[in-house]
């Protein structure tokens, strides 16, 4: 088992920036692809970012791509995601996501389903 806790989400104005973090504890070795997924209001879950922990590739949706870095420090467990020039339309629970099987690659961002373990998720609001 992995346990994720994220922290770091709050409101902010248009333009501004958050860092989130996850830490992980327990089995951490499985989880060699980390990354952060949302869920806005009415909408679907997301992936926003994911990166292998062991190469340290990184992917990220289209509509986050230059504002937002994902980022881990193993040493520590901990991943992270620095979002900044943030918009209204990225307010949404975030959620810290491992996965310890298959493939760590651009197609996990759309398929929330492969996620093996989450994170109980930070909230960010952006207000215009």
């Known amino acids: 088992q992995v346990q994720l806790v994220e922290s770091g989400g709050g409101s902010v104005q248009a333009g501004g920036s958050l860092r989130l973090s996850c830490a992980a504890s327990?089995?951490?070795?499985?989880?060699?692809?980390m990354g952060w997924f949302r869920q806005g209001p009415g909408k679907e879950r997301e992936g926003v970012a994911v990166?292998?922990?062991?190469?340290?590739?990184?992917y990220y949706v289209d509509s986050v791509k230059g504002r937002v870095t994902i980022s881990q420090d193993n040493a520590k467990n901990t991943l992270y995601l620095q979002m900044n020039s943030l918009k209204p339309e990225d307010t949404a629970m975030y959620y810290c996501?491992?996965?310890?099987?298959?493939?760590?690659?651009?197609?996990?961002?759309?398929?929330?389903?492969?996620?093996?373990?989450w994170g109980q998720g930070t909230q960010v609001t952006v207000s215009s």
């Open positions: 990166t292998n922990t062991r190469t340290a590739v990184r």
């Open positions: 327990g089995h951490t070795y499985r989880s060699y692809c």
């Open positions: 996501a491992a996965v310890d099987r298959g493939d760590c690659a651009s197609w996990l961002l759309k398929r929330p389903d492969r996620v093996s373990y």
